[in-house]
Antibody
Framework: EVQLVESGGVVVQPGGSLRLSCAAS????????MHWVRQAPGKGLEWVSL????????YYTDSVKGRFTISRDNSKNSLYLQMNSLRTEDTALYYC?????????????WGQGTLVTVSS | EIVMTQSPATLSVSPGERATLSCRAS??????LAWYQQNPGQAPRLLIY???TRATGIPARFSGSGSGTEFTLTISSLQSEDFAVYYC???????????FGQGTKLEIK
């Protein structure tokens, strides 16, 4: 059974930093592109970032470029999101999601999310 | 950026009836379109990918159609568990973005 379990979400002050983790199991982790998607309270879904199967390629939505860094450790079946210079508008539930295949594919498994609250 | 527009924002349908949800892309996304279902407090669940292929374990009452800029999700006979929020998503414009529609809330009439 595929499982994605996020962790690391907390309350942080504007300008602060945070690292989210996603532990994957039930599939061959290093075969797949992985994504982070977020959902602000009461709002829709927003794609944040992706990382290729080997970590060699990463992409970001414009609003987080230069502040967030996605990474993975295939030896630990884990995905990460380093979040710096956090803003109030980054407050959201952050999901990790597995791609069906490569870049041009939908997301077939999602974790339950970890809540990041940016507030003073 | 490709903008995805879903209509209607809210759809009220009785159990057992058919529901039709629409999604429009601001430019062609070919068939690189997915539909997700999200129940309150839960993660999104993939229903349809490639505009018309049901994901693993998705009941046959869910069907998708369309290509280019116009897409439809049809639920043929609504069950109680189908009342949720539905999102469309394009993944044609990778890696510049995987934009989602704003969602359609399907509620019990």
């Amino acid at each position: 059974e595929v499982q994605l379990v996020e962790s690391g979400g907390v309350v942080v002050q504007p300008g602060g930093s945070l690292r989210l983790s996603c532990a994957a199991s039930g599939f061959t982790f290093d075969d797949y592109t992985m994504h982070w998607v977020r959902q602000a309270p009461g709002k829709g879904l927003e794609w944040v970032s992706l990382i290729s199967w080997d970590g060699g390629s990463t992409y970001y939505t414009d609003s987080v470029k230069g502040r967030f860094t996605i990474s993975r450790d295939n030896s630990k079946n884990s995905l990460y999101l380093q979040m710096n210079s956090l803003r109030t508008e980054d407050t959201a539930l952050y999901y990790c999601a597995k791609a069906i295949g490569g870049y041009s594919s939908s997301f077939d498994y999602w974790g339950q999310g970890t809540l990041v609250t940016v507030s003073s | 950026e490709i903008v995805m527009t879903q209509s209607p924002a809210t759809l009220s349908v009785s159990p057992g009836e058919r529901a039709t949800l629409s999604c429009r892309a601001s430019q062609s996304v070919s068939s690189n379109l997915a539909w997700y279902q999200q129940n309150p407090g839960q993660a999104p669940r993939l229903l349809i990918y490639g505009a018309s292929t049901r994901a693993t374990g998705i009941p046959a009452r869910f069907s998708g159609s369309g290509s280019g800029t116009e897409f439809t999700l049809t639920i043929s006979s609504l069950q109680s568990e189908d009342f949720a929020v539905y999102y469309c998503q394009q993944y044609n414009n990778w890696p510049l973005g995987y934009t989602f529609g704003q969602g359609t809330k399907l509620e019990i009439k």
